[in-house]
């Protein structure tokens, strides 16, 4: 028999499994950002912004290659058990990077490489993680399983950005990537922890027998259910004219502001503590607030900031304007998911997260365009673009569904 639902915000905290996914995911989540900055950074060095933009993109490949067979996987086998090897192959991963650079300096193959497998990883944990949070807090409780999980996990990514610009200056690369192994081999032993039966009892629901009827259910819920292909529309926006802006950072950070790889962290940091108190905030948003609009005016609000930071010179500015930017991702991520899970049935949960997995894939075309206007024309030019691309791609969703607008009617 069900437990009774358990109170949104923290008091899903109530449930001893759902705590350990939290604290999994603050493993995971530090493991991964740490093991970002080393990567790009040496990228930069060594390539230039156009390398950012592809090592950025090699991490969006497996995404585009992987993201709806990642999200039928999620509704087929066990999700703890999906997290479970994308945690034991994100460590192998990170220790294998820290041989190779104690044995030699870095060079752009295995950096590169180091980004792909690393996009296989955080493929599979999208499409599991999130419908793993709902199943244990329960599908009325969606919103603030998300939110507050992304909670945890950007407060880490704060930690692990800042502390992978420090650890990098300090003692290098090596020691870099020897400690993200370590993180997610904590995160791994967490996770290990959630009861098989609690998954058991909430991952139900009656799916299309065999793997392939399953793939093929998935591009079928893509074609026929308006509200999932709407968000993968909305998706792509988001990723080609705001998560892009990545790839200028650390020209931005180098060039720009001066402050070098520490600077770049701390950067990164402060975009993760903003997404922090973004999502916390969501995990109270009660059911009267209407997610469609809320998620276009959060996009154009990501837009002016991006316009802000390409006018800025000044690195306290920068670090404010970081925090906007990291709140504004934040939230589209988490209402992104919210607003596929709760348009489908719950036996089709892992697949609509699947398609928007997927769809984050298509940022490769965002990052390499950002990465070649650095190059040619300067970061500020760059996050210009992808600001007025944003505010333009907020106003045409609105334009295109009526239910992304706060007045439906005239």
Known sequence: MRPPPLAGGIGLFASRDYTLLWAATLGSSGGLWMERIVTTWLTLEIGGAPAVGINLSMRLVPFLLLGMVAGTLADRFPRRSILAGVAIGSALA?????????AAPPALPQLMLIALISGVANAFDMSARGALAVDLAGRENATSAIALNAVGGRLLAAVGSLGGGIVLAAIGAAAGYAIVAVAHAIALVILLRIASESIARHQSGVVPAGFMAMLRATLGLLARNPAVRMIFIASLACETF??????ALPTLARDILAIGPEGLGALTAASSVGATLSVLGLSFLGPFIRRQPLLVTILALWGGTLL???????????MGLMLVVGACAAAVDVLQQTIAQMAVAESERGRAVGIWTFSIGMNVIGLNQVGYVVALFGAPASLALNGVGAIAS????AALNPTFRWRTTA
């Open 242 to 247: 705001g998560f892009s802006h990545q790839a």
């Open 308 to 318: 802000a930071l390409a006018a800025t010179g000044l690195v306290p500015m920068a």
């Open 94 to 102: 990170a220790a294998l990077g820290a041989a190779w650079m104690a």
């Open 394 to 397: 907020a106003l045409l969703i």
